[in-house]
């Protein structure tokens, strides 16, 4: 069984995982579809 990071490098990793994941260099004109019906990054 592995051991659980502590807090710090649990969020780290987490805030990490996010910014590899969510496009925040893409202007927002292109993060919309055609239609919008709300934003999820807010």
Do not use: W
């Not at 925040?24 to 993060?31: M, Q």
């Amino acid at each position: 069984m592995s051991k659980k990071p502590d807090c710090v490098t649990a969020m780290k990793n987490l805030i990490t995982e996010v910014r590899n994941d969510f496009p925040f260099t893409v202007p927002e004109a292109n993060i919309c579809g055609i239609s919008c019906v709300g934003c999820p990054k807010k």
